[in-house]
């Protein structure tokens, strides 16, 4: 096997790393080739070099190697990335091993690595006593999901994620470390929440927590419930959705989702609905759904900090996947209807996606809660998610037609194209940061912070 001239170079930057960091070379090696996968196996590619830091110095040191060595990497934190790869010519950075939580109950912050995944975070702040906001996806990497924003259950109440971002800890190409926050490196810290990805490898963020008290339950519970509907219910089904977030309750959240769910793998709608309070509310706030003729209905009062487990099936990693989002100004029951019929035809059509959804997002809307930071979408009513998952190769441009094709008919007459980072990077730069002077502000903060681009090309 011919020596990578990459992973050769590598060798010199060992001396420099902690005992506990991980360098692995060799991609024969099982170990390295289940590190290459992430939540989707799609477009994954085949490091020089995979290396695991153990230490915040492990980082910098190779951080400070690679820029010196024009080696370019990508860092990888819970691998649901759709660019948390990297071919030979690089290394891929995997952050897995800084997982550390520390909560700070006179505070009421938390403190976590950028290897903490939702889950962990969840437990370690339930039970300190308090609500943190993380995305509905138990194995997400939490520290880029709330640098690029952050949809969490509790938006309603708190905004997006990246509205409780209080510090940040940072390497920026030259290897050296900065804290970021409203005191230090202000500048930044208004592009670190919602755009933090493009400036620098995030080690640490420091978080503001809730008391359970947030959710209107002292002992940290709140209700979940899931109801199917048969197909000849979409109207009623989406006029009741439509009709929710008219009612912008901030305690309301949850996903209207297209399915074909087991054991049937038929179409259907779901709506897998969350309320942060009692079952009494929580049946008030869904009383329309709650009065429309179901297939099934399972409702649970449980803790906060297990409040995504039941999302834990489409969280797995393998298989092809892909998602992209599209922003809703206004309901269009007529849309939507369409959208659902061309899914039950894409899917009848292509049984190996049978596994593919399409999600429609509920949550409230705090009116009060308009903080100065890089995150620009506070003014769209809700997104859409499609998210197909298939695993026949030879599908991929059917799979690549079927989101084209939903999202013109979810966009139709939506006004301009909208883009959350989180859903897509490759969508331009003004469709993800709009606004009157955005991009020439985070252009100049990318030309002080990294002007040769070592964290991608944005804004440059």
Same mark, same amino acid.
């Given at each position: 096997?011919?020596?990578?001239?990459?992973?050769?170079?590598?060798?010199?930057?060992?001396?420099?790393?902690?005992?506990?960091?991980?360098?692995?070379?060799?991609?024969?090696?099982?170990?390295?080739?289940?590190?290459?996968?992430?939540?989707?196996?799609?477009?994954?590619?085949?490091?020089?070099?995979?290396?695991?830091?153990?230490?915040?110095?492990?980082?910098?040191?190779?951080?400070?190697?690679?820029?010196?060595?024009?080696?370019?990497?990508?860092?990888?934190?819970?691998?649901?990335?759709?660019?948390?790869?990297?071919?030979?010519?690089?290394?891929?950075?995997?952050?897995?091993?800084?997982?550390?939580?520390?909560?700070?109950?006179?505070?009421?912050?938390?403190?976590?690595?950028?290897?903490?995944?939702?889950?962990?975070?969840?437990?370690?702040?339930?039970?300190?006593?308090?609500?943190?906001?993380?995305?509905?996806?138990?194995?997400?990497?939490?520290?880029?999901?709330?640098?690029?924003?952050?949809?969490?259950?509790?938006?309603?109440?708190?905004?997006?994620?990246?509205?409780?971002?209080?510090?940040?800890?940072?390497?920026?190409?030259?290897?050296?470390?900065?804290?970021?926050?409203?005191?230090?490196?202000?500048?930044?810290?208004?592009?670190?929440?919602?755009?933090?990805?493009?400036?620098?490898?995030?080690?640490?963020?420091?978080?503001?927590?809730?008391?359970?008290?947030?959710?209107?339950?002292?002992?940290?519970?709140?209700?979940?419930?899931?109801?199917?509907?048969?197909?000849?219910?979409?109207?009623?089904?989406?006029?009741?959705?439509?009709?929710?977030?008219?009612?912008?309750?901030?305690?309301?959240?949850?996903?209207?989702?297209?399915?074909?769910?087991?054991?049937?793998?038929?179409?259907?709608?779901?709506? *897998?609905?969350?309320?942060?309070?009692?079952?009494?509310? $929580? /049946?008030?706030? !869904?009383?329309?759904?709650?009065? #429309?003729? +179901? @297939?099934?209905?399972?409702?649970?009062?449980?803790?906060?900090?297990?409040?995504?487990?039941?999302?834990?099936?489409?969280?797995?990693?393998?298989?092809?996947?892909?998602?992209?989002?599209?922003?809703?100004?206004?309901?269009?029951?007529?849309?939507?209807?369409?959208?659902?019929?061309?899914?039950?035809?894409?899917?009848?059509?292509?049984?190996?996606?049978?596994?593919?959804?399409?999600?429609?997002?509920?949550?409230?809307?705090?009116?009060?809660?308009?903080?100065?930071?890089?995150?620009?979408?506070?003014?769209?009513?809700?997104?859409?998610?499609?998210?197909?998952?298939?695993?026949?190769?030879?599908?991929?441009?059917?799979?690549?037609?079927?989101?084209?094709?939903?999202?013109?008919?979810?966009?139709?007459?939506?006004?301009?194209?909208? *883009?959350?980072?989180?859903?897509?990077?490759?969508?331009? $730069? /003004?469709?993800? !940061?709009?606004?009157?002077?955005? #991009?020439? +502000? @985070?252009?100049?903060?990318?030309?002080?912070?990294?002007?040769?681009?070592?964290?991608?090309?944005?804004?440059?």
């Amino acid at each position: 096997m011919a020596t990578n001239p990459v992973s050769s170079k590598l060798v010199e930057l060992a001396p420099a790393l902690s005992p506990g960091a991980r360098l692995l070379a060799d991609n024969q090696d099982p170990a390295f080739t289940k590190l290459t996968h992430g939540w989707s196996n799609l477009n994954t590619q085949v490091p020089a070099a995979i290396l695991l830091p153990a230490v915040d110095e492990d980082v910098a040191a190779f951080v400070r190697f690679a820029t010196a060595n024009g080696i370019p990497f990508v860092p990888r934190s819970g691998g649901h990335g759709n660019t948390s790869s990297i071919d030979s010519r690089g290394v891929l950075l995997d952050l897995q091993q800084l997982d550390q939580v520390k909560v700070d109950k006179e505070r009421a912050t938390v403190t976590f690595q950028s290897g903490v995944l939702s889950r962990a975070l969840l437990k370690a702040c339930h039970d300190a006593g308090f609500v943190v906001p993380v995305g509905n996806c138990n194995g997400v990497g939490v520290v880029p999901f709330i640098l690029g924003g952050g949809f969490t259950k509790l938006e309603g109440l708190l905004g997006p994620a990246c509205d409780s971002i209080l510090e940040c800890k940072v390497v920026l190409a030259s290897g050296e470390i900065i804290t970021v926050s409203e005191t230090q490196h202000a500048d930044l810290f208004w592009a670190m929440r919602g755009a933090g990805l493009y400036f620098g490898v995030t080690l640490e963020l420091t978080v503001k927590l809730q008391s359970f008290s947030l959710i209107n339950r002292d002992d940290g519970m709140a209700w979940e419930g899931t109801l199917l509907f048969d197909p000849s219910q979409d109207t009623a089904v989406f006029s009741a959705w439509e009709r929710l977030l008219a009612d912008n309750d901030a305690n309301a959240c949850g996903l209207i989702v297209m399915c074909c769910p087991p054991p049937a793998f038929q179409p259907i709608l779901m709506a *897998a609905l969350v309320y942060l309070g009692d079952s009494k509310s $929580a /049946e008030h706030a !869904y009383s329309e759904l709650l009065s #429309l003729p +179901r @297939l099934a209905t399972q409702t649970i009062e449980l803790p906060f900090a297990s409040i995504n487990n039941s999302a834990d099936m489409f969280c797995v990693k393998g298989d092809f996947k892909a998602i992209s989002g599209v922003a809703l100004r206004r309901i269009d029951v007529v849309a939507l209807r369409k959208s659902f019929a061309h899914y039950t035809a894409f899917v009848k059509a292509y049984p190996d996606a049978i596994m593919t959804c399409i999600g429609l997002r509920l949550q409230g809307r705090h009116p009060k809660l308009h903080p100065d930071n890089a995150f620009r979408h506070r003014d769209v009513l809700t997104w859409s998610e499609v998210i197909p998952w298939w695993k026949d190769a030879q599908i991929n441009d059917a799979i690549q037609a079927f989101m084209e094709e939903q999202n013109q008919i979810l966009r139709h007459d939506q006004g301009g194209v909208l *883009a959350y980072d989180n859903f897509s990077r490759a969508m331009p $730069a /003004e469709c993800r !940061y709009p606004g009157d002077g955005v #991009l020439a +502000r @985070l252009h100049a903060l990318k030309t002080d912070y990294d002007p040769t681009g070592v964290f991608t090309r944005q804004f440059l």
